[in-house]
């Protein structure tokens, strides 16, 4: 029995010592941990308000602060292992001996990184530009550290993988300041052709978001099965765009049949005949 008290008492003793040693590691490991997540964050929304006052292009500013904010993350967590006894220089050496095994594991996430940088680097496309990639269309949210968000016209959220987006053609319609509109009109046989590039010319001229330089361009293009085809391009201000295209194709129905112009529309003309009977 005495020796048994004696065993109890040195045993607690031992949990006791164990306790005070590592109890006190774990519990400044956990206020490590929770101070050093706080500071990243502070130091995330610190880096967002700096640049947005040094007016940096909005789009870098999700990309730069969540590399910030991961980076800083990481110091931490090897800083609270270095606390609970780990030996942080041989678990970085492990890491790095694994880093080639998780790099391939990791493939997609790590082109993913490597092409928002490229993105950030050569922009091919800022923040509001609507754009089309990776087989989608519209307005640019935020580049992120592996993803591109867009929202789209009809206001859907569409989030695309960067590497989808830098590994394939990028249409940017918001890089230059003005653009070209597309129009075919189709008159009848009967009409008459000068009369009609007439009408279109005038219709051009008297709306004010129709450039005149470049000049707009109204020409025959083609004698198709039931209408004789005429190609009209005015030049606008990329954001006239949309409005004016809609626009035009309204005002030359309705002044070109003011001015005696039809517009034909496809048709087949079936000719019955009767064969005679066969001589009974």
Not at 83 to 109: D, K, P, Y
């Amino acid at each position: 029995m005495n020796q048994l008290g004696i065993d109890l008492e040195t045993l607690v003793a031992n949990i006791s010592v164990l306790i005070t040693a590592w109890g006190l590691k774990a519990f400044g490991a956990i206020l490590l941990l929770i101070a050093g997540r706080f500071v990243a964050g502070w130091a995330r929304r610190a880096t967002r308000t700096l640049l947005n006052r040094g007016k940096t292009d909005p789009i870098l500013i999700p990309f730069v602060s969540g590399l910030v904010y991961y980076l800083l993350l990481a110091f931490v967590i090897i800083a609270v292992l270095g606390m609970v006894g780990i030996q942080t220089a041989s678990l970085i050496a492990v890491l790095g001996a694994a880093g080639l095994a998780v790099g391939l594991a990791l493939q997609g996430t790590l082109a993913n990184f490597a092409a928002g940088t490229m993105l950030l680097i050569f922009r091919p496309f800022r923040k509001g530009d609507f754009i089309e990639a990776a087989g989608v269309s519209g307005s640019v949210d935020a580049i992120n550290i592996f993803t591109t968000s867009l929202n789209t016209p009809d206001n859907v959220a569409i989030v695309i993988p960067n590497s989808s987006v830098w590994g394939q053609t990028i249409k940017n319609y918001a890089a230059n300041a003005t653009r070209r509109i597309d129009l075919l009109v189709g008159i009848s046989y009967e009409d008459d052709i000068g009369k009609a590039i007439e009408a279109i010319h005038t219709i051009l001229k008297a709306d004010p978001r129709v450039l005149s330089d470049p000049a707009p361009a109204v020409a025959v293009s083609e004698l198709g099965a039931s209408s004789v085809d005429i190609i009209v391009r005015p030049w606008c201000k990329r954001e006239d765009y949309g409005p004016l295209r809609c626009d035009l194709t309204r005002t030359f129905k309705e002044e070109l049949e003011k001015a005696g112009c039809s517009f034909p529309f496809p048709q087949r003309d079936v000719h019955l005949y009767h064969a005679a009977g066969s001589a009974a």
